[in-house]
């Protein structure tokens, strides 16, 4: 026969075993969803807003070109004068030289700006380029590339003016250097016709060092980066890589995400996953170390004190067992300061620590994102307690079940954010009427409501009040008032007739069902 103190501290290792396998693994796993999930909406926000500023940037650069396309079509007199006409071409030369210094200007990351005429109409040199050399805040005049002297291939020399001819239109030139000017740069440059015919090209040169810093200060968590790439998924810039080489793969070690620019480069944004989960890594270790101490701590009092300390130790059993099932806040009894009363303080503020990280976590894992009530998961967990409720005849309940009406039509109409607004608003309505109940978002259109002591009793008044409220209820959509329509219906639970919470849904479900057949007949009278 084994002794007590064998039983007693076999109970209690095991306990705590189970205790740590169940809390810590559930606690593990629900915290490794959570933080990927907050991960990646990090990443989208970085993302986001990166591209926002850099939206910015080379959308005042677009700007900027297209104000200076502008003004110069609206300026020529005709191809036959810009070529034929020395006098009026070196005129209107000089003319758009101050236009285009005075929007250059006012943009942002200007490093150059140039007027370039089509070397089958002008000579080949002619036309301006001003840049800014060695950092100066000035531009300055440069001698204007000779077009014909470089093969239309060299990108570094006449890219910028080749690709966006080819191209027939507003082009943004993939970063080059630029030998003209000894520059890292980006070009946005538009060609200019006139009665379809190529007067030469209008450009902007950004400075692409400039961009670079700007992804080089993104930070996210500590190992997190950012970097550059082209649509073909070529690098164009990265901390480690060359330029040129293939987009890394992310495996199952990272986490990245992407967004286009405007300029046709990918911006993106990648992260560890071993940094992403590195406070869940420490939570491990805290429970593997916790659930040690205390084991070792009660496996020595068990065998010194079993036989005085045998209340006081059943009374830590029935606290674990009750941790174990969920119910971590623990008040440990007076006694005297000795390794017992340090166990039971140790068992109160393991408990308090799990209690406050299962209640962060419940409170997100039960929660709809979009409405804020209730989810569908809590809903189950509410249905499980009213069956237990059924099965000792205890039960008096009653289930409204709602159906927003006409869902599909408006995210038809008027885009899923506006399905969402008239989600969001339905969800206000029910709560505001049932205010002393809970509220489940069960589907993406339906709601359920449980109704108990005053709500249950007031069922009758709460539905007649909630149907006024309906009907006076709009949401706004482009100035447009959309009306609110849900479908309800309500069953309470009969005991002589009911077995199964289901008997009670059934009920209410086709109830409502009928509200909302009997609200379409109604729509489809007025309308005819």
Not at 153 to 163: L, N
């Amino acid at each position: 026969m084994k002794s007590l103190q064998t039983k007693f501290l076999t109970v209690n290792i095991c306990s705590m075993v189970v205790l740590a396998l169940l809390v810590g693994g559930m606690g593990i796993f629900t915290t490794s969803r959570l933080l990927q999930r907050d991960a990646n909406r990090m990443l989208d926000m970085v993302c986001d807003l990166e591209k926002e500023q850099l939206h910015q940037l080379l959308g005042g650069v677009e700007q900027s070109v297209h104000i200076m396309v502008t003004q110069s079509l609206k300026e020529i007199e005709s191809v036959e004068k810009i070529s034929n006409d020395v006098e009026y071409r070196e005129k209107y030369t000089l003319h758009m030289l101050d236009l285009y210094h005075n929007v250059a200007s006012h943009t942002d990351g200007i490093v150059a700006y140039y007027l370039r005429y089509n070397p089958e109409i002008a000579p080949s040199t002619d036309g301006f380029f001003w840049s800014k050399e060695n950092g100066s805040d000035e531009f300055q005049a440069f001698p204007p590339t000779d077009i014909l002297a470089y093969d239309p291939s060299d990108t570094e020399h006449v890219g910028w003016y080749y690709i966006p001819v080819e191209n027939g239109g507003p082009t943004w030139v993939m970063p080059y250097q630029n030998y003209n000017n000894d520059c890292y740069m980006i070009s946005y440059v538009v060609p200019l016709y006139v009665e379809e015919q190529l007067v030469g090209v209008v450009g902007l040169d950004v400075d692409f060092t400039m961009i670079l810093e700007w992804v080089d200060a993104v930070e996210i968590y500590e190992t997190g980066h950012a970097y550059l790439m082209d649509g073909s998924n070529t690098i164009i810039y990265h901390k480690d890589l060359p330029v040129g080489a293939a987009k890394p793969h992310a495996g199952n070690n990272t986490l990245e995400h992407d967004v286009a620019l405007e300029n046709g480069m990918h911006f993106v944004v990648t992260v560890s996953k071993a940094e992403v989960y590195h406070d869940r890594d420490s939570l491990a270790v805290e429970i593997i170390l916790l659930c040690s101490i205390v084991a070792g701590t009660f496996i020595i009092i068990t065998i010194v004190l079993t036989k005085r300390l045998i209340g006081r130790l059943r009374e830590l059993t029935v606290a674990a067992q009750r941790m174990k099932e969920g119910e971590f806040l623990f008040t440990p009894g007076k006694y005297a300061n000795d390794e017992i009363a340090v166990l039971s303080e140790s068992f109160r503020n393991a408990g308090e620590h799990l209690y406050e990280q299962m209640t962060h976590i419940n409170g997100l894992a039960y929660r709809d994102s979009l409405t804020g009530v209730k989810n569908a998961t809590a809903y189950q967990e509410a249905v499980r307690v009213l069956e237990g409720k059924i099965a000792i005849k205890s039960a008096e309940f009653a289930i409204a079940i709602l159906d927003i009406n006409f869902l599909k039509k408006t995210n038809d109409s008027y885009g899923h954010e506006a399905g969402n607004l008239l989600i969001q608003e339905c969800s206000r309505l029910i709560c505001r009427i049932f205010k002393h109940s809970p509220v489940y978002r069960i589907g993406g259109d339906e709601f359920a409501v449980i109704l108990e002591r005053n709500d249950y009793k007031k069922r009758e008044q709460l539905a007649k009040k909630f149907f006024d409220e309906v009907s006076n209820t709009f949401i706004t959509v482009d100035e447009k008032k959309i009306p609110v329509s849900i479908a309800l219906g309500i069953a309470e639970f009969i005991p002589e007739e009911d077995s199964l919470y289901h008997d009670v849904f059934q009920r209410a479900d086709e109830r409502m069902y009928e509200n909302k057949a009997a609200i379409k007949r109604a729509a489809e009278q007025s309308q005819a």
